[in-house]
């Protein structure tokens, strides 16, 4: 038999759990309380739902509160000094300002959030799929309060990011207060995230498929409610204080005139858009490395970068960060010229790469819908240019631009189209906003794997894009996996010693070895059980080497996502494990291992106190 997955056993683990038990008892009230919490016999769906409710309010009320901070570091950095500056002054203030701006924020996350980068959603995404949804709350407010200051100070980045991050970590607080299961925790934080983005855009079915499809890395089905009804909650909250005002207001008129349009220019937005985005992606990620390679020190390039933004914005007439969170009116997308919309969509993928790597703290969502609607609107512009007689709303273009852009660079389809729809609260936008979506999000996965979410994470090496799931696949290696006693036989052996392994075996192929083990292929006993069918004239003399074929290999470091992935090359449920530098064979990994070991790392036995066998050969015949 295989032997069992077990870790040594911890001879400190008695007294550490004996020293947790006697705290808990000699504990204040809160350890008590939530002692008392946890011994009750509540429902599971009861629970979540009533902490979704607190998670919505509290995220709600954040989201307000950090609206207010960006409102008071305006005021402090634009609106004071403006009283006694003139107007040549102001412009000549402003690129100092935001680098001022970005130094202070880069000094908040060194002190208060203790050198840490900056937890975004990829930190969400990560804590999520390998900590339990541990986030330290220190570093959230921290972030809190730089993103803030950035966005005050002329800073082009979104406030999506800060305020999921602040759900989120809410989420994990109460999670970890009340010493809940790394499963439940997880729920919950993902509601946190989806409160934040529900209160910040006023669109509370975005937020939910947002923290569904990002955070947790599938639409799961016992996290629906949860995050639905913080969504929900955040955004009441966030209404009662802001007003029913979506992110970026609506314009008046807008729409497509042609039913054709739907199916003759759209596409091209599509490409166009997953052209966008990849650009957005690559030169946000070329950014970051060229200031990891400027020497000196960091402020000085937080400095530097503000007063590069700083120029951006003076050149784009400020429209590429407008005033503080309040956002551009479309209106606008319809009555500049095509050629500076899309400079002002390449502006803003700078101004955004530079602001956040470069000391800077904020999120890519809102950006990414910004230069969604420049480069949509532009493209409309230009048709409208092209066909004057057509009657086309450039500004409709904008809109659906908007989902297109930010679903390709982030990954997250659903998220895009509902959002859009949600502020526009149009059905008629729905059919272009699909196809276009759809399209962008095909041309962007084509051209480039990474979204400015993946490719944060790949970075620093971590592949969590494929969800949960696959993630914990991707953790796991076949060493933990594999049969190392599995039949085999040598490459002359003749067909009757073949036929002995016709339901013997626990696999479907016979692996196939020659005089120093290395492996030759694999014989199906699909094929053998054929070969015992044909008269016995005809395979006289046939030996294992006649008719085995080449096989997928894998090697004990590789992860169990790449074996799924080469068993799925011809459908096989095994696959040999080889020695790549020998070419020796090692072993077996069948799906029903993978399986095992997979059940086993969801249900928390990665401890190895809870050992699995998988099933075994009888060693080699």
């Not at 800077?360 to 480069?375: D, E, I, K, N």
């Not at 008629?428 to 944060?456: C, F, H, K, Q």
Request: charged share 15%.
């Amino acid at each position: 038999m295989l032997p069992r997955l077990r870790t040594l056993p911890d001879p400190t683990r008695p007294a550490r759990d004996a020293a947790r038990l006697a705290a808990r008892r000699a504990g204040g009230v809160w350890d008590r309380f939530a002692d008392w919490f946890n011994g009750l016999d509540l429902n599971e769906n009861t629970i979540l739902l009533g902490f979704a409710v607190a998670v919505g309010i509290g995220a709600g009320l954040g989201v307000v509160a950090f609206y207010r901070l960006i409102d008071l570091a305006f005021w402090i950095f634009y609106l004071t000094p403006a009283v006694w500056l003139t107007e040549a002054g102001i412009l000549a203030y402003r690129p100092f300002l935001t680098g001022l701006g970005l130094v202070w924020a880069h000094l908040i996350m060194r002190g208060p959030g203790r050198g840490h980068e900056g937890l975004n959603i990829p930190d969400v995404q990560r804590a999520v799929a390998r900590e339990g949804g541990r986030l330290p709350a220190r570093v959230a407010l921290a972030r809190t309060a730089a993103s803030a200051v950035t966005l005050g100070s002329g800073g082009a980045a979104g406030s999506e990011g800060p305020v999921a991050v602040l759900g989120s970590a809410l989420a994990s607080f109460l999670g970890s207060a009340f010493r809940f299961d790394p499963a439940r925790t997880k729920v919950m934080v993902a509601a946190g995230a989806a409160a934040g983005i529900s209160a910040a855009f006023n669109a509370p079915l975005a937020g939910a498929f947002f923290a569904l499809e990002e955070i947790l890395g599938s639409l799961a089905v016992g996290a629906f409610p949860s995050v639905v009804v913080a969504s929900v909650v955040a955004a009441v909250v966030s209404h009662t204080f802001l007003g029913n005002n979506p992110a970026f207001p609506i314009p008046e008129e807008y729409g497509y005139a042609l039913q054709r349009e739907v199916f003759v220019f759209y596409p091209f937005l599509g490409v166009i858009a997953g052209l966008v985005a990849v650009l957005f992606v690559r030169v946000y990620f070329g950014v970051e490395k060229l200031a990891k390679e400027i020497e000196g020190p960091r402020w000085g390039l937080a400095l530097l970068g503000g007063m590069l933004v700083g120029i951006l914005v003076i050149l784009s007439k400020g429209l590429l960060v407008g005033h503080g969170h309040l956002a551009v009116h479309l209106e606008i997308f319809g009555r500049i010229s095509w050629g500076a919309l899309a400079l002002l969509a390449l502006g803003s993928i700078l101004a955004t790469s530079i602001t956040l790597n470069c000391g800077g703290s904020g999120g890519v969502f809102t950006p990414s819908l910004f230069v969604g609607a420049a480069a949509g609107g532009s493209f409309g512009v230009a048709l409208t240019t092209l066909f004057p007689d057509l009657g086309l709303h450039p500004e409709a273009y904008a809109l659906v631009g908007m989902g297109a852009v930010v679903a390709a660079a982030t990954a997250a389809p659903i998220t895009g189209m509902l959002l859009v729809f949600e502020m526009t609260n149009d059905y008629n936008i729905v059919l272009p906003l699909m196809l276009t979506t759809v399209i962008a999000n095909l041309v962007a996965r084509r051209l480039e794997p990474d979204s400015l979410y993946s490719g944060w994470l790949r970075r620093r090496g971590e592949r969590l894009q494929h969800g949960a799931d696959r993630d914990v696949l991707a953790g796991l290696r076949v060493a933990d996996a594999f049969d190392p006693a599995p039949h085999v036989v040598g490459e002359t052996a003749p067909l009757d010693q073949l036929l002995q392994h016709l339901g013997r075996d626990a696999y479907t192929d016979l692996p196939v070895v020659d005089e120093h083990r290395r492996l030759v292929g694999i014989i199906p006993l699909a094929d053998i059980g054929r070969l015992a069918n044909v008269p016995r004239e005809q395979t006289a003399g046939l030996v294992a080497s006649q008719v085995v074929i080449a096989a997928e290999t894998v090697t004990p470091g590789d992860s169990l996502l790449d074996a799924i992935r080469r068993m799925g090359v011809r459908g096989a449920p095994s696959i040999p494990v080889v020695d790549r530098a020998t070419g020796h064979l090692l072993g077996l990994v069948s799906r029903a291992h993978v399986l095992a070991l997979y059940e086993h790392a969801v249900a928390g036995g990665a401890t190895g106190e809870h050992p699995v066998s998988f099933p075994t050969g009888r060693g080699p015949a």
